[in-house]
């Protein structure tokens, strides 16, 4: 069974970068049918995937148009982890961030299955 | 731009009473992409149908999904009192990418 499990400060000051870690177990990060994700969802703009990252062969990254410009996600298989770094946030980054795991095969479908616990994170000074 | 409307808001129904929630895409997507989850308060979605029309473990046959094209429908067929939770679906075009309606909301009359 795999789980996740979301790490990282639930305070950040504007202008910072906002950095999360998610842990997997019972999967490997590198697996070729996995794709691990990041969302958030706040009360004014609902749930928004932000992106993925994936091992097919090598590595694969996708972003959501609204973040790309700040937005890295980085696996780390020495850990068998992935991390989350937005850079430059606001207030309006605020929302609990979730991590999710995606099994739907070679070429992931979105199904997003499981989630980790959520973290809130708060963008104020 | 890609957006995808839930209707109802909210459903108020009583427990043995059928849901019908509603999903409605700008553009036809692909039924594959098509997924649907339960939130209750205080935790995280969990996948509840996926590939529009299949269920997810551990949720049983009174969810059921359907539709194609533009126009996917949930269904539970006797709303027991742990159903009654935000429902969400999602799909994927290739610009703006994954993407969540705004949600109906299951309570209690």
């Known amino acids: 069974q795999v789980q996740l499990q979301q790490s990282g400060p639930g305070l950040v000051k504007p202008s910072q970068t906002l950095s999360l870690t998610c842990a997997i177990s019972g999967d490997s990060i590198s697996s070729n049918s996995a794709a691990w994700n990041w969302i958030r969802q706040s009360p004014s703009r609902g749930l928004e995937w932000l992106g993925r990252t994936y091992y097919r062969s090598k590595w694969y990254n996708d972003y959501a148009v609204s973040v790309k410009s700040r937005l890295t996600i980085n696996p780390d298989t020495s850990k068998n982890q992935f991390t989350l770094q937005l850079n430059s946030v606001t207030p309006e980054d605020t929302a609990v961030y979730y991590c999710?795991?995606?099994?739907?095969?070679?070429?992931?479908?979105?199904?997003?299955?499981?989630w980790g616990q959520g973290t809130l994170v708060t963008v104020s000074s | 731009e890609f957006v995808l409307t839930q209707s109802p808001g909210t459903l108020s129904l009583s427990p043995g009473e059928r849901a019908t929630l509603s999903c409605r895409a700008s553009q036809s997507v692909s039924s594959s992409y098509l997924a649907w989850y339960q939130q209750k308060p205080g935790q995280a979605p969990r996948l509840l149908i996926y590939?529009?029309?299949r269920r997810a473990t551990g949720f049983p046959d009174r969810f059921s999904g359907s539709g194609s094209g533009t126009h996917f429908t949930l269904t539970i067929s006797r709303l027991e009192p742990e159903d009654f939770a935000v429902y969400y679906c999602q799909q994927y075009v290739s610009s703006p990418g994954f993407t969540f309606g705004p949600g109906t909301k299951v309570d209690l009359k």
């Open positions: 999710a795991g995606d099994n739907s095969g070679w070429s992931p479908l979105g199904w997003f299955d499981p």
């Open positions: 590939g529009a029309s």
